[in-house]
């Protein structure tokens, strides 16, 4: 069985992304494996994409979804995120980034990779999530970033 990992919007654009060389060049060498895991975004991806105000780079962005099974956003995963807020995993600002964190916890993702390491990537956060994930009795899920796939 294939890992299951769950991009958020950051993978994708970094893949184009050219003022970040070498962020590039680790997410374009995890691009490169993609055909080894089962990779899924959502909804919500596809409308943070959708937003890119140069028509070209947006189109090219929306197209690398293509690549990845589209998780419908539910009311159950957006109640999990206004959850997430309020036992303080996220602030109500970051609700898109608690959003992408229960999109990939309710699809049963095994994990969430993404650059944005102040809202998702770093050890606070993923110990946040992991304490209630378990208090909720909801599956574990691992954020990292791609060099660490």
């Not at 962020?23 to 890119?52: H, I, K």
């Not at 997430?84 to 995993?89: F, T």
């Not at 994990?111 to 993923?126: D, E, M, P, Q, T």
């Amino acid at each position: 069985m294939k890992t299951r990992i769950y991009l958020d919007t950051s993978v994708l654009s970094a893949l184009l992304d050219e003022r970040m060389p070498d962020r590039q060049a680790l997410t374009r060498e995890f691009w490169e494996r993609r055909y080894q895991f089962e990779l899924t975004g959502s909804d919500l991806v596809r409308s943070e994409l959708a937003r890119v105000s140069d028509p070209v780079r947006r189109e090219q962005l929306i197209k690398l979804l293509d690549e990845l099974t589209i998780q419908s956003i539910t009311l159950e995963m957006q109640e999990l995120a206004k959850n997430y807020i309020a036992l303080s995993c996220f602030s109500p600002a970051m609700f898109n980034d608690a959003l992408h964190v229960a999109a990939a916890v309710l699809s049963r993702q095994d994990i969430l990779i993404s650059w944005n390491f102040k809202h998702l990537v770093n050890r606070a956060r993923r110990a946040k999530v992991a304490v209630i994930n378990l208090e909720l009795g909801l599956p574990a899920l691992e954020i990292l970033a791609p060099p660490e796939v």
